[in-house]
């Protein structure tokens, strides 16, 4: 009853959107990882009950054995789970982590960015070189790591790191100021300043300066991990990349199969229990082993219809 | 359940366990197909799915050998199959409201552009290419 809630609700999300992301660049659903999976999980049924049927012929050594073997296999399913987890994790595909529009795409690269500079700043706050009041206002310590990497004396290749982090500050402002001004890159280097104020009274009645476009922000990204100097610093940051329902889609992926895994690890719990008896398993657990055999049936019965609609669909 | 003798009854599991296999590669190998109409690989996967499900159901749970009292047992989640959909359908499904959701927004040709280069290829042929 709890999946077909889940399941039921995710058809009338999925028909009542406009829009579904359905390809491998904006889901990173490996359908060959899935279909190993549900093979995975058909072994372990086939198992579950032949230990089921060695233990109705009191054959309590061989049932042992074949419940082993379906306790391996769950393990094997959440490994195999939790690789197509790490899948999603590297590309931030998370619920309420994706971007759904142009716009909150390039927002992304603006607070990752900012966060870069913040830890890089750390370093010179914590390790005592720049000392302020206020270490969180990045402007007043990009002042004093400005003073810092331009001082004699100390650890030059401190200073030259401080040099390169004041610069990547300026790169992240400028990004920042044009994201607030919303205009273009390219068209107006500025975003502040003279020559902005210039650009801006230059233009006749009803005019307006180029808008700042996704494709400006990507670029601008791209050039700062191909700088050797800050390839390191931002290699964290996701490439922008708007998935129109991104987030429902998530949200649905990781509910109900992190629930399946959930209703995985009670049967393991079962089976963990039952061959902690060891030799002194007999007829008695019979009931036992036909029981959390059932319930490890509804286990892979729930999974033969997530796979079809969220991996093949 | 527990009580009955389910070992009278002689099932060849390892028939089923093939049976299952099968349908799983089919599953995949619809997808791989990629129908011009892809309300056929839906209608195929799902088909599939309920074949799949009707084996484990009726063999491993045996309940091929069980009483009609199994039916009873399956009204609950049926109720709620059907009963929940229709309930949100009028809300979600059918937006009688007019939906202002920033996903139904035009952004321009420069997106039209990024989402017919990004978007065009299936799931399958993208783990291919991996």
């Known amino acids: 009853m709890f999946f077909t809630a889940f399941i039921g609700s995710y058809i009338v999300l999925r028909i009542g959107s406009k829009g579904w992301p359905t390809s491998y660049d904006d889901t990173h659903i490996n359908v060959w990882l899935g279909g190993l999976n549900t093979f995975v999980l058909i072994v372990s049924s086939y198992f579950v009950v032949i230990a089921h049927e060695a233990m109705a012929k009191k054959q309590f050594a061989k049932a042992r054995k074949f419940l082993l073997i379906t306790l391996a296999l769950a393990c094997l399913f959440l490994c195999i789970k939790g690789l197509e987890y790490k899948g999603k994790f590297d590309h931030d595909i998370w619920p309420g982590n994706i971007a759904e529009t142009p716009g909150q795409a390039i927002s992304k690269v603006d607070r990752q960015l900012e966060e870069v500079v913040r830890n890089q700043f750390a370093v010179y706050t914590n390790g005592g070189q720049v000392d302020v009041t206020q270490a969180k206002d990045l402007s007043t310590v990009n002042v004093q790591l400005s003073i810092f990497s331009k001082s004699d004396g100390g650890d030059e290749s401190l200073r030259e790191q401080a040099a390169s982090d004041v610069i990547l500050y300026e790169k992240w402002q400028n990004l920042h100021q044009h994201i607030v001004a919303n205009v273009s890159m390219i068209d107006v280097p500025n975003a502040i300043g003279p020559d902005y104020l210039a650009a801006r009274a230059a233009l006749a009645e009803g005019d307006s300066l180029p808008i700042l476009t996704f494709g400006e922000v990507d670029d601008f990204l791209q050039d700062l991990k191909a700088d050797k100097t800050y390839a390191s610093s931002v290699a964290g940051i996701f490439d922008p990349h708007p998935v129109l329902y991104g987030n429902l889609f998530a949200s649905i992926y990781f509910l109900m199969t992190g629930f399946h895994a959930i209703h995985v690890l009670a049967g393991m719990t079962l089976f963990v229990w039952v061959l902690m008896q060891g030799s002194k398993m007999d007829e008695k657990w019979t009931d036992w082993v036909e029981n959390s055999g059932l319930y490890w049936h509804f286990v892979d019965l729930v999974w033969i219809f997530l796979f079809p609609l969220l991996y093949i669909i | ?130």
Not at chain 2, 118 to 128: E, G
Request: glycine content about 6%.
């Open chain 2, 1 to 130: 359940m527990a009580q009955d003798d389910h070992s009278a009854h002689h099932v060849n599991y390892g028939a089923v366990f093939v049976a299952l296999c099968v349908c799983t590669g089919l599953s995949v190998l619809f997808d791989l197909l990629s129908f011009e109409n892809r309300m056929i690989t839906i209608v195929l996967v799902l088909a599939v799915a309920v074949a799949k499900a009707l084996c484990v159901m009726m063999f491993f749970m045996h309940l091929k050998f069980e009483g009609n009292w199994k039916f009873v047992l399956l009204a609950p989640t049926t109720i709620l199959a059907i009963g929940l959909p229709i309930a949100l359908l009028p809300d979600i499904g059918i937006h009688y409201y007019t939906n202002l959701a920033p996903q139904d927004g035009t952004w321009g040709a420069e997106m039209d552009e990024y989402n017919e280069t990004h978007h065009s290829t299936s799931v399958v042929s993208h783990a291919l290419d991996e």
